[in-house]
Each structure stands twice: as structure tokens, then as C-alpha cells.
């Protein structure tokens, strides 16, 4: 692959307060992540400020809220919430002029069955896409999913091009992933469009350089 058409497709997050800079003097895409805390959903000033952090840059996917956003919650308020911010995320990523958004399933171990987990989101995102439009991309990404096939089965439910999935490395190298990360390519391939690459020692979620770490890098990077 050429370096100018892998340039295309690498995206530095916004976690790091030096991405916007960085992203601008190696022509790379950006990962806004000004909208991860839900509440700045509403706050004039953050919209304002990540817009500012855009300039110069011609690539973004944005990173939806997550805390306490359970999509497959057992209480119908609770789903409301995650559905409400959902929106407002969907409308802050128009008014920005972002196509691409990335959010978490909301998935937590001992607390949802996979199969509730599976069958409640694949209702809850049918009848959420109505409200996305056709050119934007919603990505969900693996957090404490135990391995792929439950996003899998999520994707393959909805069956809508709007809705597609985020490989988050890390994570399923994570103390709660049962599979290895390269297992974890195959089942997710038919709807993979994005992935987070970070590392760690198969313990906490550390966000760690790609070379500290177990995974082995080279290897995923070559099967991505």
C-alpha cells in the first residue's frame, strides 16, 4: 500500500490535546473526542471549540458519549437517555460536518445476558436509524464485550449500511476479552469500517503505545 493511501485511512484521537496540530502537519484525519462527557452536548462553547480544533484538518469521526448509556437497558427511562444523547450526537456530528460516528454498545458483564444484550440492541438501533442520515456511519465499539460475536450479531440484526463497527484493540486484549485480538477480526470483518489502536499488557486498559504491550501488533496490523 502506498504511504499516501494508508495516510487516508489513519485518524489520531483527540484524547491527546496535541492531535489537532499533529493531524494538520501530517495530513491525517481526527478523531473528535470533545463530546464523550454527554453533557457537553449542550454547551455552545465545547461546539464551538471543537469546530476550532477541525480547522485545517479534512478527515473526522466522532466519539460519541458513553457513560451511563445503556441502549440495551432493562429500564425503558433508562434506554431514553441513551436514545435522547444518541440524537443529540447524531445533530452535533451535522452541525459539524462529521459523517462518521463512533459509539460503545453498552454491554456490561453480570449485569445483561448476551442474549438480552443482542436481541434489545438490534431494537433499540432499528429504531433508532431513522433518525441518521443515509451518508452518516454509526460505528459500535467492543468496551467489556468478552469477544466479537455479540457485536457481530448486532450488525448482522439491524442489516442497515448506516450501522457498521469499531475494532477496539485494546479492549479486547482487555482483562474481560476471552478472545485474542486477531480472533477477533474475522467475525467483525463483514461490517468493520474503523478500529482503535492502542496497547496493553492483557490486563487493564491502559492505552499504551502500539509497541508496549501483548499484542502483537505487526501480525494484526497485516490481517486488518
Known amino acids: 500500500m502506498e504511504r499516501s493511501e494508508l495516510w487516508q485511512k489513519l485518524y489520531l484521537s483527540g484524547m491527546d490535546e496535541g492531535a489537532p496540530a499533529l493531524a494538520r502537519q501530517n495530513g491525517l484525519g481526527?478523531?473528535?473526542?470533545?463530546?464523550?462527557?454527554?453533557?457537553?452536548?449542550?454547551?455552545?462553547?465545547?461546539?464551538?471549540?471543537?469546530?476550532?480544533?477541525?480547522?485545517?484538518?479534512?478527515?473526522?469521526?466522532?466519539?460519541?458519549?458513553?457513560?451511563?448509556?445503556?441502549?440495551?437497558?432493562?429500564?425503558?427511562?433508562?434506554?431514553?437517555?441513551?436514545?435522547?444523547?444518541?440524537?443529540?450526537?447524531?445533530?452535533?456530528?451535522?452541525?459539524?460536518?462529521?459523517?462518521?460516528?463512533?459509539?460503545?454498545?453498552?454491554f456490561v458483564p453480570l449485569v445483561y445476558f448476551p442474549e438480552w444484550y443482542v436481541e434489545q440492541s438490534v431494537l433499540f438501533w432499528r429504531s433508532f436509524l431513522p433518525l441518521v442520515p443515509p451518508e452518516m456511519t454509526l460505528a459500535l465499539e467492543n468496551v467489556m464485550e468478552p469477544d466479537p460475536t455479540l457485536l457481530a450479531a448486532i450488525a448482522a440484526g439491524v442489516d442497515d449500511p448506516r450501522l457498521r463497527l469499531c475494532l477496539d484493540v485494546?479492549?479486547?486484549?482487555?482483562?474481560?476479552?476471552?478472545?485474542?485480538?486477531?480472533?477477533?477480526?474475522?467475525?467483525?470483518?463483514?461490517?468493520?469500517?474503523?478500529?482503535?489502536?492502542?496497547?496493553?499488557?492483557?490486563?487493564?486498559?491502559?492505552?499504551?503505545?502500539?509497541?508496549?504491550?501483548?499484542?502483537?501488533?505487526?501480525p494484526l496490523l497485516d490481517k486488518l
Open 170 to 218: 485494546g479492549h479486547a486484549n482487555s482483562c474481560v476479552g476471552k478472545v485474542p485480538p486477531l480472533e477477533w477480526i474475522g467475525p467483525m470483518a463483514p461490517w468493520l469500517c474503523h478500529v482503535h489502536l492502542h496497547n496493553n499488557e492483557g490486563g487493564w486498559d491502559l492505552h499504551a503505545p502500539l509497541g508496549e504491550g501483548s499484542v502483537p501488533m505487526e
Open 30 to 106: 481526527l478523531e473528535l473526542t470533545d463530546f464523550c462527557v454527554a453533557a457537553n452536548l449542550e454547551d455552545p462553547d465545547r461546539r464551538r471549540a471543537a469546530a476550532g480544533r477541525q480547522e485545517g484538518i479534512g478527515r473526522f469521526w466522532l466519539h460519541a458519549p458513553f457513560a451511563e448509556l445503556f441502549p440495551c437497558a432493562i429500564d425503558p427511562l433508562a434506554r431514553e437517555v441513551a436514545r435522547r444523547r444518541y440524537a443529540q450526537t447524531v445533530e452535533t456530528a451535522k452541525a459539524l460536518g462529521i459523517r462518521r460516528v463512533v459509539l460503545h454498545g453498552g
